[in-house]
């Protein structure tokens, strides 16, 4: 038994050697991308954060959420029965370079209703969440109207007027009493 018999050769170490080359270039290639990526997905969280805390003390907006959740999913399964049916037609006859082209292209609409309905669905999650925080004292609020300064001088005037006849009521009718 010898010892060199038993040692790898340079035709048994080439392959790994290379497999851990790539693998170490791709990680390093990457690591920037993945601190990009990162970053744009937390600006997002953060943003849809924002929003959703704006929006849960209005019940209507928060209605108005859930319903644009439901019609997409509708839009969605719509788009991907249609499609289904399209390519079921399609596919009856011989297969063609051209008709597997159709059939990418007679997937992208539910493809892009699904995803377009999947990030509602996530943001009513976090949007729920954020009203349960809330408990049950949601009130909706509505921002004040601006008023022109004639009419607010208007309305204080007739205000006054208001108050005065009430004075002159109140005295009137105490003065019927005694």
């Known amino acids: 038994m010898d010892l060199a018999s038993d040692l790898p050769s340079f035709k048994d170490l080439y392959l790994p050697v290379l497999v851990a080359l790539a693998f170490w270039g791709f990680k390093?290639?990457?690591?920037?991308?993945q601190h990009a990526a990162g970053k744009v997905l937390r600006?997002?969280?953060?943003k849809e954060l924002k929003k959703a805390k704006a929006i849960r003390v209005n019940p209507f907006a928060v209605q108005r959420q859930l319903q644009k959740e439901s019609a997409l999913f509708g839009a969605f399964m719509l788009s991907a029965f249609l499609?289904?049916?399209?390519?079921?037609?399609?596919?009856?006859?011989?297969?063609?370079?051209?008709?597997?082209?159709?059939?990418?292209?007679?997937?992208?609409?539910?493809?892009?209703?699904?995803?377009?309905w999947l990030l509602q669905k996530a943001f009513v999650e976090t949007l729920l969440q954020e009203t349960s925080r809330l408990g049950h004292c949601i009130t909706r609020r509505i921002p004040s109207r601006f008023q022109s300064p004639r009419r607010a001088k208007d309305r204080e005037a007739r205000q006054e007027q208001i108050r005065i006849a009430k004075k002159a009521a109140t005295k009137w009718k105490h003065v019927k009493q005694c």
């Open 83 to 116: 499609s289904l049916g399209i390519m079921l037609i399609l596919a009856q006859g011989e297969v063609t370079p051209a008709k597997i082209v159709y059939l990418f292209i007679y997937m992208l609409p539910p493809l892009g209703f699904e995803v377009w």
């Open 28 to 33: 390093k290639a990457f690591v920037p991308i």
């Open 43 to 46: 600006r997002s969280r953060c």
